[in-house]
């Protein structure tokens, strides 16, 4: 196909996806009422936050006691990232993208859908469409919100009987994004890769775990921006 893909391409694209994220948000739902966050609590957060990963660090923050500032500090900190994702999106589109309607799907520019997106305009350059990337986006974030809501429906306990699902969700959404990645890797994107890759570990090694994801995914965000793989290719 050619020319810019419709909504209901955006809605097809964003199956795989709502698939991944349905289990993990469920399993988010459990660990906020295990936590002892009301029903509406746990779905409030994915809401407004929707952030994956995050959440189940507000959870740990808020239950521990953290400071309202410290918390909210510390999720900012984690999701800078996204701050670079629309940039990078709208060059790899090109120049005369439209972006009249960036307040309606920015908020649902998460990992996986920036992933799916830019697989898109891998496979069809002149596919950028704000349609696309709004049933893309709607897709993701209901399967988030459901999901969410189930799991806090189910209760605490729904997942005791199954330990080894229990852990093996939290895989789920670094497998899923690590596929739409490999999905559209080529040797331009390996000097990007490797500056994220540089940075985490130099990071890791001089401070922790945690500040060498945030300083990998940083820098291989601003290395994309900054075109560094074209200049290579």
Known sequence: MSGPARFRDGLLAALPIALGYFPIAFSFGVAATRAGLSGIEAVALS?????GASQFLAIALITGGAPVLVSAATLVAMNLRHLLYG???MRAAGEGAPARWVPVWGFGLTDEVFGAALGLLARR???????FIAGLGLVAYAAWVSGTAVGAWAGG???EEWPVLD???GFMLPALFLALLLSILSRVQVPV???AAM????????SSGTAGILAG????????VAGLGERRA
């Open 157 to 159: 306990g729904a997942l």
């Open 217 to 224: 995914m940083l820098a291989g965000a601003v290395a994309g």
């Open 125 to 131: 350059p002149k596919g950028w469409s704000e349609r």
């Open 87 to 89: 940039p990078a999106l």
């Open 193 to 195: 890769i490797a500056v």
């Open 167 to 169: 852990a093996a969700l």
């Open 47 to 51: 809401v407004l936050i929707y952030a």
């Open 199 to 206: 940075a985490t570990v130099a990071v890791t090694l001089a």
